[in-house]
C-alpha cells in the first residue's frame, strides 16, 4: 500500500515576533525520509534546532532507512545477525508489535514481500500467483516471527524476512523531534513530515488552535480541495489512503482499493478509501491508519471498541459507489464546522 500526503498544512508565516511577548516564531522546511517535512514552533530561546534535526533524522536513518545499504534494518534484511539495534530500533519494534496483536496481524511489517510479488510495491512482481507460491511466502510473512534478544540482536524464524517500518517510522521520527523541542522549553509547535503530524499548544501568531485538513478524495488533480478541517490539541494525527489508485467495479460503480490480508496472502478489495487517526503520539496514529486500511471498515469498527485513546476518520465507498465518512465521536469532537 502506497502511503500518500492526504492532509494539508494551513497558512503559516516563516518568522515573525508575537506582538505580546518576546517569543519567536520559527518555521524550518526540507527534506527528508524520501518525502518533505515542516516545523515550526514558538520560542524565547535561540537553540540551534537544523543540527539537532539533522542528527536526529540521521539517526533514525542509519537505523531503520531501508535505502541505505548500511543500516541496521538493511544489514538485518540481508541476514547479518550480529547487529545490535538501538533504542529508535527497538521503540518502533515494540509498538509495531503492539499494532500487529491489536489488529489481528493485519498491521504487519514483513509484508512487503507479498505487496512486492502482486506488483504493489517496488520489488519484484511474480508472474503467477498461485497456492504453491502463496505457501512459500507465507513463511516470510509475520512478526511474531521475529525477535530482539537481550543482547540487543534479531532472531529470525527465517533469515529472508523481510522487515520494513515505512508505515510507522515517519510518525516515530516526529514523535523524536516533538520531544526534543519540549527538552528545549517550546510548548507551541507544528510538525509535519509526509503528511503525518503532531501539534502542542496553538499558534501563536493568531493565538488559535493548529488547524489542518483531510483531502477531498473527489478533487480533480492540480485542485487540492479540503474534505474536513480539524483541530489538532496536543494530539498527533496520520493518514493512510490510496484513492487515487482505486479501481472502479463496472457493475456497481463502488471505487475500491486492494488490500494485502497477511493471513492469507490474498490481495483482497476493500472499500476504505482513506484512513485518518487522531491519537496521542505519531507512531500509534501512523501505525493505526495503516492497520485500518488493511482491516475493512467493519474489522476497524470492532477493534476500535478495545482500544483506547485512538480515534478515527474514515472514508469509504458505499455499494452503489457514494463516498461515505465514519467518524468516531472524539474525532467529530475536533471538526471545525
Known amino acids: 500500500m502506497r502511503k500518500i500526503s492526504l492532509l494539508v498544512l494551513l497558512a503559516f508565516t516563516i518568522i515573525s515576533c508575537n506582538r505580546s511577548s518576546d517569543v519567536s516564531s520559527h518555521k524550518f522546511t526540507g527534506e527528508a525520509l524520501g518525502t518533505t517535512y515542516m516545523v515550526h514552533y514558538f520560542s524565547e530561546d535561540d ?10 533524522l540521521d539517526a533514525i536513518n ?19 545477525t550480529t547487529v545490535k539495534v538501538d533504542e529508535n530500533f527497538k521503540a518502533v519494534f ?62 529470525k524464524q527465517n533469515p529472508s524476512i523481510y522487515l520494513d517500518f515505512n508505515a510507522i517510522a515517519k510518525g516515530y521520527t516526529i514523535d523524536v523531534i516533538a520531544e526534543y523541542l519540549e527538552s528545549q522549553n517550546v510548548e507551541n509547535y507544528l510538525i509535519e513530515l509526509g503528511g503525518e503530524l503532531r501539534a502542542k499548544g496553538k499558534n501563536l501568531e493568531n493565538e488559535n488552535e493548529w488547524v489542518v485538513g483531510i483531502d477531498d478524495p473527489n478533487q480533480e488533480e492540480g485542485n487540492r480541495r479540503l474534505q474536513a478541517k480539524v483541530k489538532l490539541l496536543d494530539a498527533a494525527m496520520a493518514t493512510s489512503g490510496n484513492y487515487r489508485k482505486y479501481r472502479l467495479d463496472s457493475l456497481t460503480g463502488q471505487k475500491y482499493v486492494h488490500t494485502i490480508n497477511p493471513k492469507t496472502g490474498k490481495a483482497e478489495k476493500s472499500n476504505i478509501l482513506s484512513a485518518s487517526v487522531l491519537a496521542e503520539n ?51 469532537k475536533n471538526i471545525l464546522e
Open 282 to 332: 505519531c507512531m500509534l496514529a501512523d501505525g493505526y491508519a495503516t492497520a485500518f486500511m488493511a482491516l475493512g471498515l467493519d474489522r476497524t469498527k470492532e477493534v476500535l471498541e478495545d482500544l483506547d485513546g485512538v480515534e478515527v476518520y474514515i472514508m469509504y465507498s458505499s455499494e452503489n459507489g457514494e463516498m461515505k465518512v465514519f467518524q468516531s465521536p472524539d474525532f467529530k
Open 62 to 80: 542509519s537505523s531503520m532507512s531501508t535505502y541505505i545499504t548500511k543500516s541496521d534494518i538493511s544489514r538485518i534484511n540481508r541476514g547479518d
Open 47 to 56: 537553540f540551534n534546532f537544523e543540527k539537532s534535526l539533522d542528527s536526529i
Open 94 to 155: 515494540n509498538a509495531s508489535n503492539k499494532i500487529y496483536k491489536e489488529s489481528d496481524g493485519f498491521f504487519d511489517p514483513t509484508v512487503g514481500v507479498l505487496v512486492n510479488a502482486y506488483g504493489f510495491g517496488p520489488g519484484k512482481q511474480l508472474k503467477e500467483i498461485d497456492s504453491v507460491s502463496l505457501d512459500s511466502l507465507l513463511k516470510l510473512v509475520g512478526l511474531d516471527k521475529i525477535k530482539i534478544k537481550d543482547d540487543g540482536t534479531i532472531q
